[in-house]
């Protein structure tokens, strides 16, 4: 098991930037594909981006390719989520999460269910 706490969020003005960060502590990091999901009120969780263990493979939802970078920094046991040009449907709490590796394409993981431990989360608020 993984421990997962999330920092960077805040408001911000449409069209401007965030860095979300997710430091890890626990189980051995670099061992586990990273995820960030997101929920607003009243919505179901959804997904957002993931990365692979080794950090070559990427996927990402339709809604923010373009947009979002995720990447992660072994050594220092943290994934990012680089956030530009936001836009009010952005607004959610944002969640990391992290799931053992498996022999299997990371775009396959897109639930939540998927992910077997979570952090506490991180409210990014856009404004118009």
């Known amino acids: 098991q993984v421990q997962l706490v999330e920092s960077g969020g805040g408001l911000v003005q449409a069209g401007g930037s965030l860095r979300l960060s997710c430091a890890a502590s626990?189980?051995?990091?670099?061992?586990?594909?990273m995820g960030w999901f997101r929920q607003a009120p009243g919505k179901e969780r959804e997904f957002v981006a993931a990365?692979?263990?080794?950090?070559?493979?990427?996927y990402y939802t339709d809604s923010v390719k373009g947009r979002f970078t995720i990447s992660r920094d072994n050594a220092k046991n943290t994934v990012y989520l680089q956030m530009n040009s936001l836009k009010p449907e952005d607004t959610a709490v944002y969640y990391c999460?992290?799931?053992?590796?498996?022999?299997?394409?990371?775009?396959?993981?897109?639930?939540?269910?998927?992910?077997?431990?979570w952090g506490q989360g991180t409210q990014v608020t856009v404004s118009s």
């Open positions: 990365i692979s263990w080794s950090g070559w493979s990427t």
């Open positions: 626990g189980r051995t990091f670099s061992n586990y594909i």
């Open positions: 999460a992290a799931e053992p590796t498996r022999p299997i394409p990371i775009w396959t993981m897109t639930s939540s269910k998927d992910f077997g431990s």
